[in-house]
């Protein structure tokens, strides 16, 4: 079947660095996106990643790695407005996005 | 910019009832979906949309149904609502496929079924 790992929760300190990680198993592969969800409200994209390798996008950064199914989300200079869901999503060979359950992030002071 | 519009925000049905949830986009947009949000897990597609009058069933399709009769609006009914369904409803859109082309989503609809 299709699958999505990413940590439940995770907690880190305000303008420190963490690191999301999010493992796929899918039939086939177009893609892995992220998106932030602030509590109820809707998700909004962060990154696309399709090639090997990061991608930088001011505070944010995004990696893939095909071969290991795997990717993370690097976070940078934390800000208590960071705090949110993060949603890993891949796209399998039907251009389906298969959705993990997100990883609850907190911001502490 | 009004982008991707949800109605209602908020509903409470009895079981049994019906209704539809309705979606709006202004981005010219030719897909668009219907996802549902439960506590612990991923976004689950309901079905969704490649173009204007044509709709899929996506991973949990059963006791709803949808129409793409133009290309902004997309509407997804509950025939029968039943407590399963207490859930948040999300209307996303995009341009084409989602082949690295990010989605737009709605505000969301917040359903309880009691």
């Known amino acids: 079947g299709q699958n999505i790992d990413q940590p439940t929760e995770m907690t880190a300190t305000e303008g420190a660095i963490v690191q999301i990680n999010c493992t796929y198993q899918?039939?086939?592969?177009?893609?892995l996106f992220w998106y932030q969800q602030h509590a109820g409200e809707a998700p909004t994209f962060l990154s696309y990643?399709?090639l090997d390798g990061l991608e930088e996008k001011g505070r944010f950064s995004s990696f893939l790695s095909r071969s290991k199914g795997y990717s993370y989300l690097l976070l940078k200079e934390l800000q208590m407005k960071d705090s949110a869901s993060y949603l890993c999503?891949?796209?399998?060979?039907?251009?389906?996005?298969?959705w993990g359950a997100g990883t609850k992030l907190i911001i502490k002071p | 910019n009004a982008g991707v519009t949800q109605t209602p925000k908020f509903q409470v049905l009895k079981t049994g009832q019906s209704m539809t949830l309705q979606c709006a986009q202004d981005?010219?947009?030719?897909?668009m979906y219907w996802y549902r949000q439960d506590p612990g897990m991923g976004l689950r597609l309901i079905y969704y949309?490649?173009?204007?009058?044509?709709?899929d069933k996506g991973e949990v399709p059963d006791g709803y149904n949808v129409s793409r009769l133009k290309k902004q609006n997309f509407l997804l009914g509950l025939e029968s609502a039943a407590p399963s369904q207490t859930s948040v409803y999300f209307c996303?859109?995009?341009?084409?496929?989602?082949?690295?082309?990010?989605?737009?989503f709605g505000q969301g609809t917040r359903l309880t079924v009691v």
């Open positions: 996303a859109s995009s341009h084409a496929d989602l082949g690295g082309t990010e989605a737009f």
């Open positions: 949309s490649a173009s204007e009058g044509t709709t």
């Open positions: 999503a891949a796209l399998d060979s039907n251009y389906q996005l298969i």
């Open positions: 899918t039939s086939g592969f177009n893609g």
């Open positions: 981005m010219n947009h030719n897909s």
């Open positions: 990643n399709v």
